[in-house]
Nanobody, 123 residues
């Protein structure tokens, strides 16, 4: 059974930082592209950053470029999202997703999803 789990969310003041982690079991994680998404109430799920299986390619949405950094440690089956200079508009539930074939920012391209972790940024 495939399981994807996010952690590291919480409450932070504007300008602060958080590091999210995504771990997976039940699949050969090293073969999968992984992406981070977020969804705020009443809004569509937004692709933030995605990284290839070997870390050789990654990309970011314009809304987070220069503030968020994605990385992965395949030895630990973990992908990280380092978030800095957080803003109140970053408040959302953050999701991690994995896919064997695609490495994109489109939610429809990902097969396996975590349950999400809440990030709240206070002003």
């Amino acid at each position: 059974q495939v399981q994807v789990v996010e952690s590291g969310g919480g409450l932070v003041q504007a300008g602060g930082s958080l590091r999210l982690s995504c771990t997976a079991s039940g699949l050969a994680f090293v073969d999968y592209a992984v992406a981070w998404f977020r969804q705020a109430p009443g809004k569509e799920r937004e692709g933030l950053s995605w990284i290839m299986w070997n870390g050789g390619h990654s990309d970011y949405a314009e809304s987070v470029k220069g503030r968020f950094t994605i990385s992965r440690d395949n030895a630990k089956n973990t992908v990280f999202l380092q978030m800095t200079s957080l803003k109140p508009e970053d408040t959302a539930t953050y999701y991690c997703a994995a896919d064997l074939g695609f490495c994109t920012g489109s939610p429809a391209d990902y097969d396996y999803w975590g349950q999400g972790t809440q990030v709240t940024v206070s002003s």
